[in-house]
Every structure is written in structure tokens, then in C-alpha cells.
């Protein structure tokens, strides 16, 4: 049996292990895939940390990761239009294709969803097992690190996707890895004016480098007052990737009459906000989970294709063995993204 390396999570318990293991064997419409390059999300960054979410969600033993970009190795004998060698990323949502949802061409909220290293083993190895139905090709030649960030890619294009964003005034509300990409792609979209605001300076410098108008310290800054004198009447739109309640009631503040919102950064305790502000402004609040499949998928395709550049938001590369060191870095915030090569 051939062996390979991986990042596990061992035990009930914060930090991970790099392990070797088994090289997992594919079922009849599963491929294997050759890891080239790896990112860390948030998420994996909540089970290195342990918080209540992953001590709650997580069953070790289990290989975590899933944003990837690799190369085909293996095809199940049921799978047809994948062959080896073809670079790929994937779709990190297995969904069940039974429920409600699944059956109404709105997988990405199934009831039943198993996501790629958090309920399965994940791609922080140098080889992974992926549900061929989840394959994303990739253009020949395509930068690998690009196709390994599809998948927060697609959150934000989710995010952006519910407005037009030709012609209007947007603001981002925190400007982590998701944040940043919503920026670029407002930018790419034709947004007239972008307010980005951040605590942290190292991401508010990222966030003018993606293409950002103004840039607002969320800490010290008023976020209204800064729109209102750039915009006369507020924002039409808000993007809100922070998970901050204040950065919420700031930018929904900030918004004009008829404005809309999309929610998307997760907010860890109860939140309020201003109601009475929502239905006298008429705001229309919309909560984004996960990426359509896969319209979000040829959306992202068609930007990448025609010239929207997300390069400028990984910032860092890191060995599989220095997980920690690139572990601490993205808990100390002053990164974009983040990379680690198997
Ligand atoms: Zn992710
Ligand atoms: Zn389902």
C-alpha cells in the first residue's frame, strides 16, 4: 500500500499532525487527485484553533483542506469526460441530490451536505479523493494558485452576484481573502465608486492594491460619514465579509434608501440591528451560503477569462510541513491569502 503525507486532525483538540497514511482508494465515480497546490480558509484556520464550531462539527480522525488545484491520477470506472493528467479544482459542497433543494437546482443549500475536509477527508495531503460530479476542469496553463482559491472565489461572486454592480456605489465590509476578492470583482463588474473597510492595515493596503476608491479603518473611521460625503445619498450596495455586528450596523447605516445588502461573514454572537431602519429604507438583506452549482462556477470562469485578476490577494506560499508557521501568520491577520505546496 502505498503512503502518503497529510495534515490530520489526530484528536478532539487545537493543532493538526502531519501524518503519513494510506493513499485513499476511489470509488466507480470518484477520481484521485495529485495535490499541486493547496489554500487554508477560514474554516481550516477554525478547526486548527478548535473553536466550539469545529469541536461541535469535526469527528477526528480526519484530513482537513479543501481548497485545491491538482492533477488528475485515477478515474473510477463509471466517470467519463475526466481523464488523467487534466488540471482541476473542485467544488468543496458534496451535495445528496435527494432533498428538496438538491431536486429544485439549489444544491448549494441541500439538507444533506458533506463538505470536503470537514465531514470527509480533505486535501491538505498529497493526494485526495474527489466526487467526480465536483470536478472543475481547468484551462491548460492556468495558474494553479488562482484554481486553488476558486472555491472563496466563488463565495464572494455568490455574494456580488445577487446585484447588478454596474454603475453603483459598493461598499465591502471586511477585507479578508473573501472581502478582497468582492472588491476585485465590484472593480471588474464596473462599480462606480468601492468603500472597503478593515481594522487591519495590513488587509486595508490589499484592499486598495485589488482596486478599492476609499478605504476605511472600521476601528476608528465612520464608515456612514465617509460614504455619505462620496456618495451624496449612501451606497447602493453592501457586501458585508466581516462577521463584525458593528461593521453590520455601520454598513447598513451607510446604505440609501432602497439600498441592498449581502450577508456573508459569519457572525458569532446574537446580533442587532436597527429593523425599523430596514423597512423605513426599504433595504432588501440578502444571506449567502456556498456557491451555486454551477452557475457560480461559469460566472467565475467567464471573469477570470476576461481579464479580473485576483493574483494580488495571495500574498503567502507555505511547505505542508510549515502548516503551523502559516497557521499563526493568517491568525495574526497580516496576510491575504495563503498557500501551502504538498
Ligand atoms: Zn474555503
Ligand atoms: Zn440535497
Known amino acids: 500500500m502505498a503512503l502518503m503525507r497529510a495534515l490530520q486532525k489526530r484528536s478532539a483538540g487545537p493543532g493538526l499532525e502531519l501524518c503519513e497514511v494510506d493513499v485513499p482508494k476511489i470509488g ?29 462539527r469535526l469527528h477526528p ?11 488528475i491520477v485515477q478515474v473510477g470506472k463509471n466517470v467519463t469526460g475526466l481523464t488523467e493528467g487534466m488540471l482541476v479544482t473542485a467544488e468543496g459542497h458534496f451535495t445528496c441530490g435527494r432533498c428538496y433543494y438538491c431536486r429544485t437546482g439549489q444544491g448549494h443549500i441541500c439538507d444533506d451536505v458533506k463538505i470536503l475536509g470537514v465531514d470527509t477527508d480533505g486535501i491538505f495531503a498529497e493526494y485526495a479523493v474527489i466526487d467526480a460530479g465536483n470536478v472543475w476542469p481547468l484551462p491548460e496553463g492556468f495558474d494553479p494558485g488562482v484554481g486553488a482559491v476558486h472555491d472563496p472565489l466563488g463565495n464572494a461572486f455568490h455574494a456580488a452576484s445577487a446585484h447588478c454592480l454596474l454603475g453603483k456605489s459598493v461598499i465591502v465590509t471586511g477585507c479578508g481573502p473573501i472581502g478582497l476578492f468582492c472588491i476585485a470583482i465590484a472593480r471588474h463588474s464596473g462599480a462606480k465608486l468601492i468603500i472597503a473597510s ?7 493596503n490589499l484592499a486598495r492594491q485589488v482596486g478599492a476608491d476609499y478605504v476605511v479603518n472600521g476601528g476608528d473611521e465612520e464608515l456612514e460619514t465617509v460614504v455619505r460625503e462620496a456618495t451624496g445619498i449612501g451606497a447602493d450596495v453592501l457586501l458585508e465579509m466581516s462577521g463584525s455586528s458593528r461593521a453590520l450596523r455601520s454598513g447598513l447605516r451607510a446604505l440609501r ?13 446574537d446580533v442587532s440591528i436597527d429593523l425599523d431602519a430596514v423597512i423605513f429604507k426599504q433595504l432588501t438583506l440578502y444571506g449567502i451560503n456556498g456557491r451555486r452549482m454551477f452557475d ?8 477570470l477569462e476576461g481579464g479580473l485578476d485576483i493574483r494580488p490577494v495571495i500574498t503567502h506560499k507555505f511547505k505542508l510541513e510549515e502548516y503551523a508557521e502559516a497557521m499563526e501568520l493568517m491568525n495574526s491577520g497580516r496576510c491575504g491569502k495563503v498557500l501551502l505546496i504538498p
Open 198 to 204: 478593515d481594522t487591519n492595515e495590513y488587509r486595508r
Open 28 to 56: 466507480p465515480n470518484q477520481v484521485l487527485v495529485k495535490i499541486e497546490v493547496a489554500a487554508i480558509c477560514g474554516t481550516d484556520l477554525h478547526i486548527y484553533n478548535w473553536d466550539t464550531w469545529s469541536a461541535n
Open 296 to 303: 457560480t462556477w461559469y460566472q467565475m470562469k467567464a471573469a
Open 257 to 269: 434608501k432602497g439600498g441592498a445588502a449581502s450577508l456573508l461573514g459569519i457572525f458569532s454572537d
Open 61 to 71: 480522525p480526519v484530513i482537513i483542506g479543501h481548497e485545491f488545484a491538482g492533477r
